[in-house]
Every structure is written in structure tokens, then in C-alpha cells.
């Protein structure tokens, strides 16, 4: 496992130092998004600024993706393998209104959507809210 998660953090050009390989390890193994505060209360001896930083070096190499699921709460969820990040490679999400837990929904790609001229895009968020089969149940 630890030779998949160095492996991994090379390809996006991500140094493995022991945090960002700790979090990388929790990340492979959640099957929902998680919050920055998710990581804090797992990680508790670990500083809030250097579990934030690193989420964004993650973000930033296209390793993870954040979402803003409308709860007002950022989460963040892997990226596929062969994921850049780019408009067309963009999914939907499912928010769970009992259980509270943000799914990627990588099979529910949006279509094309043309911005104005001289506009440039930067994000799109689409949540579907409802009740996940773990709740149904």
C-alpha cells in the first residue's frame, strides 16, 4: 500500500513527505468526501495549517478535487487516475440530507457548457440532494 500511495503522489509531482502520505492513505480508503475538520479530528496531534496545506497541494496537482456540496462546508473527494480537472472531466455530486456525506458520482458527466466570450471558467457545481442507500435502509 505504501508503495501504491508514494507512486501516486509521484505521478502528480507531489513530494511524499509523512503527512501528505498519511492523508493520502485515509483519502484511498474513504468512499465519500471528507472536510478539512474531518481530517483534524483523525489527525489530532496534526496542525490545522499543515493538514490544510496539504488538501491544497493535493487540489493544486489535480490529485483531489473540492466540492461545495451547499452545506457550506468545503469537502474533498480523490480524483480519478487520469483526471487534469479540466471543464469536460467534470462530475456530479450526491449529498446525503440524513447522513451528510458528499459522493462523487464519476459516471454523471455534464455536458458542454459554453460561457460568453471573454468569459473564463473556473468551476462548476452541481449536487444532487437526497438520501443514500446507506440511509435507505
Do not use: W
Not at 508503495?3 to 498519511?22: E, F, G, V, W
Not at 454523471?108 to 471558467?121: G, S, T, Y
Amino acid at each position: 500500500m505504501e508503495d501504491q500511495i508514494i507512486k501516486k503522489l509521484n505521478y502528480r509531482n507531489i513530494k511524499p513527505t509523512a503527512m501528505r502520505i498519511l492523508v493520502l492513505r485515509f483519502l484511498l480508503k474513504q468512499p465519500y468526501a471528507v472536510s478539512l475538520s474531518d481530517l483534524e479530528v483523525l489527525f489530532d496531534h496534526a496542525d490545522r495549517v499543515t493538514l490544510y496545506r496539504t488538501l491544497k497541494t493535493f487540489e493544486k496537482h489535480h490529485l483531489i478535487h473540492r466540492i461545495d456540496d451547499g452545506t457550506g462546508i468545503i469537502k474533498y473527494a480523490l480524483c480519478e487516475d487520469s483526471c487534469d480537472c479540466t471543464p469536460d472531466e467534470l462530475h456530479t455530486h450526491f449529498h446525503c440530507t440524513k447522513c451528510n456525506k458528499t459522493f462523487c458520482l464519476f459516471n454523471n458527466h455534464l455536458p458542454e457548457i459554453k460561457v460568453p466570450l471573454n468569459f473564463k471558467m473556473q468551476q462548476i457545481t452541481v449536487t444532487i440532494q437526497g438520501i443514500c442507500d446507506r440511509c435507505t435502509q
